[in-house]
């Protein structure tokens, strides 16, 4: 047991030195992958409510926008147009650019 656990200790290290050590995220890459994903919807179902959330999805599928222009272009024709809170739509990262 005490060979294996050495072997796979000395494994975990090679793997962290030569593969995972230096990796850093594109964040430009990750933000237009996230902001372009219709899965966004399921963050915003708990704010937005389901039958609002399906109907963004099912826009943003049909028209080709994105998640996030549907749910900010709805933002900016509602009463919360005058707030650039974005925390009540659980999607603050994204909003701040």
Same mark, same amino acid.
């Given at each position: 047991?005490?060979? %294996?656990?050495?072997?796979? /200790?000395?494994?975990?290290?090679?793997? !962290?030195?030569?593969?995972?050590?230096?990796?850093?995220?594109? #964040? #430009? @890459? $990750?933000?237009?992958?996230?902001?372009? /994903? =219709? %899965? $966004?919807?399921?963050? $915003?179902?708990p704010?937005?409510g389901?039958?609002?959330? @399906?109907? =963004?999805?099912?826009? !943003?599928?049909?028209? %080709?926008? @994105?998640?996030? #222009?549907?749910?900010?272009?709805?933002? !900016?024709?509602?009463?919360? !147009? *005058?707030? *650039?809170?974005?925390?009540?739509l659980r =999607?603050?990262? =994204?909003?701040v650019?």
């Amino acid at each position: 047991m005490s060979d %294996g656990m050495t072997h796979l /200790s000395a494994a975990c290290r090679t793997l !962290a030195a030569r593969c995972v050590d230096g990796i850093t995220a594109n #964040e #430009e @890459t $990750l933000r237009h992958r996230v902001e372009n /994903s =219709i %899965g $966004l919807v399921t963050a $915003l179902s708990p704010s937005l409510g389901y039958v609002a959330s @399906t109907a =963004i999805a099912q826009e !943003a599928l049909r028209s %080709g926008r @994105t998640v996030l #222009e549907l749910v900010l272009s709805r933002r !900016a024709s509602s009463s919360a !147009a *005058n707030s *650039n809170d974005c925390s009540a739509l659980r =999607i603050w990262p =994204i909003c701040v650019r």
